[in-house]
């Protein structure tokens, strides 16, 4: 367990710094708390990584956002998503679905702002719908 553990990290520590792009970094928080990373793909779409944990289970998402209608500081962003959760009894669970969300960039400060929705369709360890996920983040662009 701890060697899969010690290795998902290190994807997604690869993952977000593959390439000198503009990033972000800050937390997310909604069922539960997020550590969540953005990281600038092209002009307009974006890779986020997230590690976090809710009652009974650590969980590492990532999601490759499409910016869909930028206006002004505003993005409306939305993209496919994946999660995989260790349960502390250790069992381990995947799920793939899709985000979804809202974000807003201040000029005078390079801080973000999102509210997302990233719905889930459980596929380990048995098969169901998870709408739970909701989030609001906020992140130190650098």
Request: aromatic share 14%.
């Amino acid at each position: 367990m701890k060697k899969l553990l010690t290795v998902l990290v290190a994807l997604f520590a690869f993952v977000a710094l593959a390439s000198a792009q503009p990033r972000a970094l800050g937390v997310r928080a909604g069922w539960g708390g997020e550590i969540s990373y953005q990281h600038t793909l092209g002009a307009e779409n974006f890779l986020e990584v997230d590690a976090g944990w809710t009652a009974g289970s650590v969980n590492f998402a990532a999601a490759y956002d499409f910016q869909i209608a930028p206006v002004g500081p505003f993005g409306f962003y939305a993209g496919p998503a994946a999660d995989l959760w260790i349960v502390n009894e250790g069992g381990i669970g995947l799920g793939v679905g899709g985000q979804v969300g809202l974000e807003y960039i201040f000029d005078a400060i390079p801080l973000q702002i999102s509210l997302d929705w990233r719905p889930m369709f459980n596929v380990v360890p048995s098969t169901g719908f998870g709408w739970q996920g909701v989030g609001l983040g906020i992140r130190y662009m650098f």
